[in-house]
DNA sequence: TTGGAAAACGGAACCATGTTCCGTATGTTT
DNA sequence: AAACATACGGAACATGGTTCCGTTTTCCAA
């Protein structure tokens, strides 16, 4: 025997390794160049591969997205914790993490459209944004409601949506999107 | 001569005016089926007209759209002074306002989003929603502040794209656009 | 080293939608 | 009733997502 027992599913094949690095550089770039909603045709050829090799490796626009991204996510993730550490008060930690997520947003053109909408297809993207943010959400949450800093009960999903919808636009020169953030954070305050 | 003089532009055609009224209603129909996306095919075929007479007497989405919620726009826009007049502060009557616009917004499939697009076809609709309801909410928004009840300088733009935004998606069973917005009006206020 | 099975590829073909265009039909005027 | 303007219908085109299958590449094992 080879050492493994019920596997060794021949290793993956290296145009097809090659391939999907090349993909997501490609689509990197074309999010950057064209926001998030770049014609699938023409990842294919900023990558130099055909169509049919995009839907092998990422079924969904969803999953595409999902990969690039993923890192970033996961360090806006990993900031809740450090911020309720860091800093003054949870309310604080709460506002200065929810302008870090704005900031990932509104980078990302089409991306706060591609969140919220409700096509299968972006099932995926929904599920991880959401099972990865909301939780460090709420905790940041709790920690303010346990302080007595905000509202009790506030949902983070809803929260998260929320923020997610009024990052929409942002780039448009007559809106402000930090700016209605700052009032929500402001609302969830006891007065 | 005729009588009239550098006119007398002979009268509309008896169809096209049939047609106009036929197309109103089948995409108000439409609208609510499908929301207000619903395609075209699919709103000349409850007309029972062509394609070409939709485009033909509403160049763009946008104008069919307009034209088909033109009176509740302008309703919502008349209940600006009269709640002003009638609320107990002007920081309700804005509140009472908002809200007004939220259920009209949330009960329209696809609204809120259209009205954010900026695809140059919805620049109609952004035009006139705006034109139509920034200087309303921008008097609510004067008497408040006059009245020292929320923070000065907010723009009514900005708020209007913002409680726009929050609208999205409203038909979520996870998301609750009202709480959101009652948070923003909630942070306008000074403490 | 090589034969061939498995894996992956490319891109043509297909579908759904929006949009344009023009030959035809309808209404209006004289 | 004839002549003209107006409006109509829907085929044809453009765009972008998605599928499918004949071909190519890679890997394993003899």
């Not at 025997?1 to 090659?18: C, F, H, I, V, Y």
């Amino acid at each position: 025997m080879t050492g493994t027992e019920a596997g060794a599913p021949r290793k993956r094949r290296a145009d097809s390794r090659r391939n999907e690095t090349a993909l997501l550089e490609a689509a990197a770039a074309a999010f950057v160049a064209s926001g998030v909603n770049a014609p699938v045709r023409d990842i294919a050829a900023r990558a130099g591969v055909g169509v049919g090799t995009i839907y092998r490796h990422f079924p969904t626009r969803a999953d595409l997205i999902v990969a690039v991204y993923r890192h970033q996510v996961e360090a806006c993730a990993a900031a809740g914790p450090v911020l309720l550490a860091e800093s003054a008060t949870p309310h604080a930690a709460l506002a200065s993490w929810i302008h870090l997520f704005v900031d990932f947003l509104v980078t990302k053109h089409g991306l706060a459209e591609a969140m919220r909408s409700d096509d299968a297809a972006f099932q995926t993207l929904h599920a991880y944004f959401l099972d990865r943010l909301v939780p460090v959400c709420a905790e940041l949450l709790d920690a303010a409601s346990t302080a007595g800093e905000i509202i009790p009960d506030m949902d983070a999903l809803v929260l998260m949506h929320g923020v997610g919808n009024l990052c929409i636009g942002a780039d448009n020169p007559g809106y402000d999107a930090r700016l209605m953030v700052g009032l929500v954070i402001a609302g969830l305050r006891l007065r």
